[in-house]
């Protein structure tokens, strides 16, 4: 069974900073674009970022653009997404996602097969 397991979430204050880091662990298997999805209460999932397999691809929702970094290592199947700048429409779950379909950055949720539990982000004022 795969399984994401995402970390690094918490209570942060407007304009800092969180580090978010996805593991994948279980059975074998190789992602090819991978992604963060967030969604706030009362607010549709949102693709925040998205990375291809390469890596040299990216996408990220014009709300976080500047601000967000996401980044792989393919080699110890890790997933990250810095976070600087924080506001307070940050606030969200955000979920690690992994493709098997696909293998470009991309804006939709729909391409992916795995996701995380989720971690929760809280900026306040």
């Known amino acids: 069974q795969v399984q994401l397991v995402e970390s690094g979430g918490g209570l942060v204050q407007a304009g800092g900073s969180l580090r978010l880091s996805c593991a994948a662990s279980?059975?074998?298997?190789?992602?090819?674009?991978m992604g963060w999805v967030r969604q706030a209460p009362g607010k549709e999932r949102e693709v925040v970022a998205s990375?291809?397999?390469?890596?040299?691809?990216?996408y990220y929702a014009e709300s976080v653009k500047g601000r967000f970094t996401i980044s792989r290592d393919r080699a110890k199947q890790m997933l990250y997404l810095q976070m600087n700048s924080l506001e307070l429409e940050d606030t969200a779950v955000y979920y690690c996602?992994?493709?098997?379909?696909?293998?470009?950055?991309?804006?939709?949720?729909?391409?992916?097969?795995?996701w995380g539990q989720g971690t929760q982000v809280t900026v306040s004022s």
């Open positions: 279980g059975r074998t298997v190789r992602f090819s674009a």
């Open positions: 996602a992994g493709s098997q379909r696909y293998s470009t950055a991309s804006r939709y949720s729909t391409m992916y097969d795995y």
């Open positions: 990375i291809s397999w390469s890596g040299e691809g990216t």
